[in-house]
């Protein structure tokens, strides 16, 4: 077994971006990457008092994405915890199959001396 730490980059973890896009887009499709490009043009003759309301409306829809991230990354999380203990477990029934028979053996030969 090494020793050495895994480079986070090998592991090819979804896109932070593609990510942000898929919960933000279920809370507000107008702060998805694609909908940031289009905000100013689309509210370019916005009244003082609707651009206020919107800031409220987007603050609320930032919030909600926070949740909802951290929501996600704790699901993540214990489904990478969940498969180190699946994989933990087969490693350690492995080992004790392949010392099943050396221990038979080691008891035959103390029962038989």
């Given amino acids: 077994m090494t020793n050495t730490l895994i480079d986070p980059k090998a592991i090819s ?6 990510l942000y896009d898929q919960i933000m887009g279920a809370i507000e499709p107008e702060l998805t990457r694609a909908g940031l490009k289009s905000l ?7 009244a ?13 829809a930032f919030a909600e994405y926070d949740k909802r991230a951290a929501q996600y ?4 999380n214990a ?13 350690e029934k ?12 080691l008891q035959t030969q103390i029962a038989s001396a």
């Fill in 40 to 46: 100013e043009a689309k509210y370019k003759d916005e």
């Fill in 73 to 76: 990354m704790t699901e993540l």
């Fill in 79 to 91: 489904q990478v915890v969940e498969y180190q203990h699946a994989a933990r477990e087969s490693a």
């Fill in 13 to 18: 973890p979804p896109d932070p971006g593609d």
């Fill in 94 to 105: 492995k080992e004790r199959e392949k010392e099943e028979p050396m221990l038979m053996n």
């Fill in 48 to 60: 003082p008092a609707q651009s206020k309301m919107r800031a409220e409306k987007y603050a609320r």
